[in-house]
């Protein structure tokens, strides 16, 4: 599946903003769906996934609280609504896909090279 991310671009802290994704070439359904994020001189790491029907949603412990991800599957769209935005948020964003599992924290654990990726959407956070 083919994924185009975009949304990013420099915010003030405490400000919030909502990023999406869009996939194409594939069932859209057929993909759990998530957001990923790399800072500078960092590792890539998990920040939110969710369920292809859209009612179970698991988010990692770097932005857990200040986040919520969502789908529009008539639209083959995802998105990650991010608040209270702080300096440290400055990162890349990612979305990402893989098969539908009912476990799907798995998004979390498994290996990077097993899920499809967007080019990622730059958000800078000012203070």
């Known amino acids: 599946v083919q994924l185009q991310a975009s949304g990013g671009g420099l915010v003030q802290a405490g400000a919030s903003t909502r990023l999406s994704c869009v996939a194409s070439?594939?069932?859209?359904?057929?993909?759990?769906m998530g957001w990923f994020r790399q800072a500078p001189g960092k590792e890539r790491e998990f920040v939110a996934v969710?369920?292809?029907?859209?009612?179970?949603?698991h988010d990692g412990p770097s932005m857990e609280g200040r986040v919520a991800i969502s789908r529009d599957n008539a639209k083959n769209t995802v998105y990650l609504q991010m608040n209270s935005l702080k300096p440290e948020d400055t990162a890349t964003y990612y979305c990402?896909?893989?098969?539908?599992?009912?476990?799907?924290?798995?998004?979390?654990?498994?290996?990077?090279?097993?899920?499809?990726w967007g080019q990622g959407t730059l958000v800078t956070v000012s203070s």
């Open positions: 990402a896909a893989c098969e539908d599992t009912p476990d799907i924290s798995l998004m979390s654990r498994v290996p990077l090279f097993t899920l499809d």
């Open positions: 070439g594939r069932t859209f359904t057929q993909y759990i």
């Open positions: 969710i369920s292809v029907r859209g009612d179970r949603t």
